[in-house]
Antibody
Framework: QVTLKESGPALVRPTETLTLTCTFS??????????VNWIRQPPGKALEWLAR???????FYNSSLMPRLTISEDPPNNQVLLKMTYVDPVDTATYFC???????????????WGLGTLVTVSS | DIQMTQSPSSLSASVGDSVTITCRAS??????LNWYQQKPGQAPKPLIY???SLLSGVPLRFSGGGSGTDFTLTISSLDPEDFATYYC??????????FGQGTHLEIK
């Protein structure tokens, strides 16, 4: 059974660095065609893709946020971390991690999601 | 970056109706288009991948179509559990994925 769970601080002060952890089970990030993605959703708003790390450890970022984001993996603990620097109140959102599978046709989709963690940025 | 535009942004329909949601990409994305359903307080649930492939366990009243820049999600004979927000997503640009802005489907 595939599971993912996000964890991190519920409240962060503006200009601080936010670190989120995605702890997963039921799959290996070393399996070809598997990636872990971070997505966020401000209250009442749409989903926004943030970053991805794939089975070869290659990182991809949302171009508008790239300078502030770092995604990394901790294989022994089956975790993927996301760091966001210089947070602002507009970064208040529910942050999700999701597993991506690449299909035999070469397209990928997010087949399993965590429940999400709400992060509020406020002084 | 590839922009995804959904229409309509919101939609009112009755149980038993058939509805179609459209998603347009700012450039051709082949068939690298996925659809998700999200209910309040929940994570998105994948419905369709590769534009038209229905995931296991998803009711057959859901169908997807299109290729290139124009895609559709059709729900035939709406069930009460279908009232939710729907998002399209492109995974064609491997360096940056994008979602549509969502379509809120509510009961009339």
């Amino acid at each position: 059974q595939v599971t993912l769970k996000e964890s991190g601080p519920a409240l962060v002060r503006p200009t601080e660095t936010l670190t989120l952890t995605c702890t997963f089970s039921g799959f290996s990030l070393r399996r070809g065609g598997v990636s872990v993605n971070w997505i966020r959703q401000p209250p009442g708003k749409a989903l926004e893709w943030l970053a991805r790390i794939d089975w070869e450890g290659v990182e991809f970022y949302n171009s508008s946020l790239m300078p502030r984001l770092t995604i990394s993996e901790d294989p022994p603990n089956n975790q993927v971390l996301l760091k966001m620097t210089y947070v602002d109140p507009v970064d208040t959102a529910t942050y999700f991690c999701a597993r991506e599978l690449v299909t035999t046709t070469g397209t990928g989709y997010f087949d399993s999601w965590g429940l999400g963690t709400l992060v509020t940025v406020s002084s | 970056d590839i922009q995804m535009t959904q229409s309509p942004s919101s939609l009112s329909a009755s149980v038993g109706d058939s509805v179609t949601i459209t998603c347009r990409a700012s450039q051709s994305i082949g068939n690298s288009l996925n659809w998700y359903q999200q209910k309040p307080g929940q994570a998105p649930k994948p419905l369709i991948y590769a534009a038209s492939s229905l995931l296991s366990g998803v009711p057959l009243r859901f169908s997807g179509g299109g290729s290139g820049t124009d895609f559709t999600l059709t729900i035939s004979s709406l069930d009460p559990e279908d009232f939710a927000t729907y998002y399209c997503q492109q995974t064609y640009s491997v360096s940056m994925y994008t979602f549509g802005q969502g379509t809120h489907l509510e009961i009339k």
